[in-house]
Structures are given as structure tokens and as C-alpha cells.
């Protein structure tokens, strides 16, 4: 249902005369005078993307602000302010919302953003928390999901497949890569965050850019998380990380000329090379040798009648 929401979205609401980006990338893009602002707006529900019964409110708070603020690096952004939203359970105790708030008080504190407003509800159903989220962009300009280019080579931040294990409330939103590359032109040529999968968000940044790919299947950096659940789960470590979904690290395209100083230079956060973009349209992916079509899953938001 996702995807074709969105295309429909992006037809009835793509020509705008405010935005220069607007749906379809991980961030709208709205022109300022000094530098333009990157606005972002994602929401997380008990009972789809967390369980009260299984993390603390402060976790549930801080994943949150969290999960805008990837979005946010993604784009290269200098992350400012955000505007919290909460539809509370009305059995809900008042040291719990305050908690909510105290989870992402401390990772806006570590990142500099300032909380300036929102709204409040109650009501019978489940916890929903929604942020909107704001930043600066680059004067390079903003990393687009769209501008991948034949030749580019596709990078991966961190490590894949440890979200299930509640992961997905502890990553580290990658602010600080965002920083370090935003205004360096002529690096990061597109970028988006991985939240529906590895498999699925690469094939969003293919489709958006118009290009095919190759990605090496034994190169993916998988994470323990990842092998510990392969134990048990009648699935492989490299399927975790394949198609799990909300690892919230960056798939990044830059052009082979400057890999090697991107690699060689990235500050305090793991990068791998993964692949690499193609003419072709193609899909394609290679373990052990054996190059066969790559065909992604991940996570898609259903609606009643569809199937999944």
C-alpha cells in the first residue's frame, strides 16, 4: 500500500511552488533565503513500530526523535528543532509522558535540537508519537535520493539486521557523517536511510535515480544481532540483514574517484562498499560468486484488502 500511496501523492501533490523537494525523497526541501530548510515528518504507533510492554518509555521517546533525525542525515542536514505531537492512552500516567519527553530531550541534547512545540490528545487507542523535524541544508545542497549515477559506488554505514532485537529504539541517527560530508562537494552523491530494508530502500534510490545496480551479497556487514536471531529463526543472518528493516543506517552513492578518501576518512562510524550503480536497469546480486536478479523485501504497511 506504501509505495502506491506515495506515487499517487506524488501525483496530486508533487508540483509545489514552495518546496524545490518535495514527496518522494526521505525530506522536503523548502528555499530560504541564507540556506534552505529540510523538514521531515514520520510518526511510530504502538503495536507496529514498538511494544510499551518491551521498551522503557525514554527508549520509546528517543526512537521517536530518532527515526526524523535519520531522515535528517540522510539528506545532510544540520538538524535544528522538532515538533512533538502525542495521541496518549487515556490509561496513561503523567510520569510516562514525561518520560516520553525525557527520552528525546537527552538525544536532542547530544545533537543540539531544540523541542518548540506540538500537540497533545487522549484517547482510547494505542501510543502514537508524531515528529516533525527540521534542519538546514548543505550549501552544496541536499543529499537527494534521486541522483545515484551510473559508475557511482554504493556505501553502507554501520552494520544490518540487529533491529528486531530492539535494536531498532538504540541506533545512533548518523548526524555526525551527515556533518563531516554535507559540505564537501562533490562526495555523497545521493543518500537515504534504510527503514523498510537494505533490499528495499536500494532498489527506491535505483528507481528514483533511474539506474540499475550489482551488489556483492558477501560483502554485507551484518550485524551479531543479526546471527543471533538466525539461530532460531529459520532464516539466515544475510536475510536478516537483507530485509529486516529500521537498521536506520545510510546507503550512499559517491563517485568512484573519491571512495577510497570517503572510506579512508569517515570519523567514528563503520562504512562498506556494497556494490556498485549500473546503465542497465537491472537488479543484480552476487554471492559466492553466482550473480543471479535481486529481488527485495522488506516491510510495506498493508491495507484491509490488500495482500501481503
Known amino acids: 500500500m506504501?509505495?502506491?500511496?506515495?506515487?499517487?501523492?506524488?501525483?496530486?501533490?508533487?508540483?509545489?511552488?514552495?518546496?524545490?523537494?518535495?514527496?518522494?525523497?526521505?525530506?522536503?526541501?523548502?528555499?530560504?533565503?541564507?540556506?534552505d530548510w529540510v523538514v521531515?515528518?514520520?510518526?511510530?504507533?504502538?503495536?507496529?513500530?514498538?511494544?510499551?510492554?518491551?521498551?522503557?518509555?525514554?527508549?520509546i521517546g528517543r526512537k521517536a526523535l530518532a527515526v526524523n533525525l535519520s531522515d535528517l542525515a540522510s539528506m545532510g542536514a544540520k538538524a535544528k528543532t522538532a515538533l512533538v505531537s502525542l495521541a496518549i492512552p487515556r490509561s496513561c500516567h503523567l510520569d510516562q509522558v514525561k518520560d516520553l519527553f525525557a527520552g528525546m530531550a537527552a538525544l536532542g541534547r547530544k545533537y543540539e535540537i531544540e523541542i518548540i512545540g506540538g500537540d497533545t490528545i487522549t484517547w482510547d487507542q494505542g501510543l502514537v508519537i508524531s515528529v516533525t523535524a527540521m534542519g538546514t541544508a548543505p550549501t552544496t545542497g541536499a543529499w537527494l535520493i534521486s541522483n545515484a549515477k551510473p559508475g557511482d559506488q554504493i556505501l553502507v554505514t554501520g552494520e544490518l539486521g540487529g533491529s528486531i532485537l530492539e535494536q531498532h529504539a538504540l541506533f545512533e541517527p548518523r548526524l555526525r557523517f551527515a556533518q563531516q560530508w554535507a559540505e564537501v562537494a562533490g562526495t555523497i552523491q545521493a543518500c537515504t536511510d534504510i527503514s523498510d530494508s537494505l533490499g528495499v530502500d536500494l532498489t527506491k534510490m535505483a528507481k528514483a535515480s533511474e539506474v540499475g545496480f550489482e551488489i556483492d551479497l558477501d560483502s554485507i556487514p551484518i550485524a551479531a544481532a543479526a546471527h543471533t536471531l538466525a539461530v532460531t529463526s529459520q532464516r539466515t543472518a544475510l536475510q536478516h540483514a537483507m530485509s529486516d528493516g529500521e537498521d536506520f543506517e545510510l546507503i550512499i552513492a559517491v563517485a568512484t574517484d573519491v571512495m577510497s578518501r570517503v572510506l579512508a576518512e569517515t570519523q567514528d562510524i563503520p562504512l562498506t562498499r556494497i556494490g556498485q550503480f549500473t546503465e542497465s536497469s537491472e537488479w543484480l546480486a552476487t554471492q559466492a560468486g553466482i550473480q543471479q536478479v535481486f529481488r527485495p523485501s522488506g516491510y510495506e504497511h498493508l491495507m484491509r484488502g490488500e495482500q501481503e
Open 2 to 35: 506504501e509505495k502506491e500511496l506515495i506515487q499517487w501523492l506524488q501525483k496530486k501533490f508533487g508540483a509545489t511552488r514552495f518546496a524545490t523537494v518535495g514527496i518522494g525523497d526521505d525530506c522536503a526541501v523548502i528555499p530560504a533565503s541564507d540556506r
Open 40 to 59: 521531515t515528518c514520520d510518526a511510530i504507533c504502538e503495536g507496529v513500530h514498538f511494544h510499551s510492554s518491551e521498551l522503557s518509555p525514554q527508549d
